[in-house]
C-alpha cells in the first residue's frame, strides 16, 4: 500500500492510499473546523454548517445529492467533532469522481435556503431532545463542560436550543467565510484510488480558493469539576475523567495502553473486579480520548442508586491497586489489543482515509503503521505503572453524576480517597 502526498499552492492538501484489489473507495474532506473553533455565541454552529451541506446547492437539491451517491450504490454522510467536520463518501472505485463532485460541490456552493435551515433547526433540536433522554450520552457533554469549564473545548457539540434557535443564513456563511479555508482542508481518500486523477479532480475543484485569515485556537485548560443531576432513572449513571497527554505527546501510548488494562476488555481489571466478581453494574469501561493541546481518560458505568457508592470508591480502590501491581501480562495484552484493534481497524478504505485525514492535520505527514507500532512497543511496564500511579493519586479530575445518584460520593471524597 503506497501513501501519496501532494499539497496545492493554495495549502489545500490531498493525501490517498491504494490498497489493491479493492474495488471500492472512501474519500472525503476533513476541515478543521470543529467545535473549539466556534465562539460562544456560535456554540452548535459547525454542527448545523454540517447539516445544511446536504440541504441543497447551487447545482443539487436535498434529494439530488442523495440521489447522485445512492444511484451508484454509495453512501455519503458527515460527522462534527471538537476538531474537525467531515464530509465523507463511500463509493465504488469508477465512481470516485462522482463522489469527488459532491463533496466538493455540497462545501463550495450551498445555497443555504432559509425554508432548509427552518427544517434542519427542527431536525437538530429533535437531535437536541433526544441526546437529553439519552442519559449514556449526555453525560459525556457534562463530564467535558466540567473538565473544561468556560472554553470552547467544554462545550457541546450541538449546542443548547437557545443558540439553535437564533441561527440565520448570515451566521452560517461567516463560519464558512471564518473556518473553510482551504489552508484547513484535507481531501483524504483510500481504497482503490488513483493519486493522479484525485489530485487533477482536487485542483480543479479547490485550486481557485484563497487562504483565509489566520486562526489561534483558545487553549484548553483541564480544571476539573463536579456535575451533578438527580433524576429518576433506572441507573445512576457515573463518568470520571482525568487529565491525560495531547495527541502530540508519545505519551498517550502510555495512557491508551493503561485505559485499556484497567478497563478497555472484558479481562480488564475494572471489568473483572466491578462486574464479574461483584455484580455492581452490566458496562463497565476506561478509555482515553486525546486532542491537539489536550487529553483526558474517561472512567464510565452505570448501576442502581442503592449501589453507586460501592461502584465509585471501588473504581477508586481499582486505579490505586493499579499502580502497585499492575503486571507485566496485563501490560502486554493491553498492548497486544491495542495494536491489534488499531489493524484490524485499517482494513476499511474509511478507516484509512480517516488515518489519513488524522495525521496530516496533527503531523503533516502519514507516519507508517510500523512507527506507531513501534512507539506502542517502546511504552514499558515502568511508564505504564508510573502512569497508572499519577492517573490514581495526583492527576486532575471530572465528575458527571445523573440519576438516582444521591448516595454518590462526591469528587471531593473521592480525591481524599485517592489521596489516602
Known sequence: MTVNLHTLPNGF??????????????????????????????????????HMAFKGTERRNALQIAEAIEDVGGYINAYTSREVTAYYARVLKNDVPLAMDVIGDILLNPVFDQREIEVERGVILQEIGQALDTPDDVIFDWLQERAYPDQPMGRTILGPEERVKAFGREDLSSFVGQHYGPERMVLAAAGGVDHDQIVKLAEQMFGHMTPGADFV???????????????????????????????????????????????????????????????LCYTIYASTGAYADSGMTTIYAGTSGEQIADLAEITIDEMKRAAEDMSAKEIERARVQM??????????????????????????????????????????????????EHMAVTAPAALALYGPVSAAPALERLQERRAA
Request: no cysteine.
Open 13 to 50: 492538501r490531498i493525501v490517498t492510499e491504494h490498497m489493491p484489489g479493492l474495488q471500492s473507495a472512501s474519500v472525503g474532506i476533513w476541515v478543521t473546523a470543529g467545535g473549539r473553533h466556534e465562539l460562544a455565541q456560535q456554540n452548535g454552529i459547525a454542527h448545523f454548517l454540517e
Open 217 to 279: 485556537d483558545s487553549p484548553a485548560h483541564f480544571a476539573g469539576g463536579e456535575y451533578r443531576q438527580e433524576k429518576s432513572l433506572e441507573q445512576a449513571h457515573f463518568a470520571l475523567g482525568l487529565e491525560s497527554p495531547d495527541y502530540r505527546n508519545d505519551d498517550i501510548y502510555t495512557a491508551q495502553i493503561y485505559s485499556v488494562a484497567l478497563g478497555g476488555g472484558m479481562s480488564s481489571r475494572l471489568f473483572q473486579e466491578v462486574r464479574e466478581k461483584r455484580g
Open 339 to 388: 495494536k491489534a484493534g488499531m489493524l484490524m481497524g485499517l482494513e476499511s478504505p474509511s478507516s484509512r482515509a480517516e488515518r489519513l485525514a488524522r495525521m496530516i492535520a496533527i503531523w503533516g505527514r502519514v507516519p507508517g503503521l510500523e512507527e506507531t507500532v513501534a512507539k506502542i512497543d517502546a511504552v514499558t511496564n515502568a511508564d505504564v505503572r508510573a502512569f497508572a
